[in-house]
């Protein structure tokens, strides 16, 4: 490996993190309703992104896979005003193995699937 994240590891980051991410805005003390999200929609640029019901509007979740990063707006639900929350490069991310993860963790993991492949318990 040359030390990159792999293309498939970045689009199933991306693919979770359209199932996660609307999960935790509905439920982060009380910011958002927990209402179901959109189908992610895709715009013409290759952008990708999805929309949640909040308890005064709407998150909107935009990812731009190519620059792999994801920006966060909220629209108020009475003036339609549209607020940027939110703007992350996921590229360091990715590299990651584990952030605050719990066990088994990755390293954890890679030593038992080690084990197993030499014949050991």
């Known amino acids: 490996m040359n030390g990159r994240t ?14 996660v991410l609307p999960l935790a805005l509905g439920a982060n003390g009380g910011a958002g309703t927990g209402g179901s999200p959109s189908k992610p929609f895709t715009g013409g640029s ?4 999805f929309s949640a ?3 005064d509007g709407q998150q909107l979740v935009v990812i731009d896979p190519g620059r792999q990063a994801l920006a966060v707006y909220h629209v108020h639900g009475q003036s339609g005003q549209v607020t940027l929350q939110s703007v992350r490069r996921l590229t360091y991310d990715l590299m990651m ?3 605050n993860a719990t066990p088994p963790l990755p390293q954890e993991l890679r030593q038992l699937a080690d084990r197993m492949a030499a014949g050991g318990p």
């Open 53 to 55: 019901a909040s308890a």
């Open 6 to 19: 792999p293309r498939w590891w970045t689009a199933a980051l991306i693919a979770g993190l359209f199932t």
């Open 97 to 99: 193995e584990g952030y």
């Open 46 to 49: 290759g952008l990708l992104g």
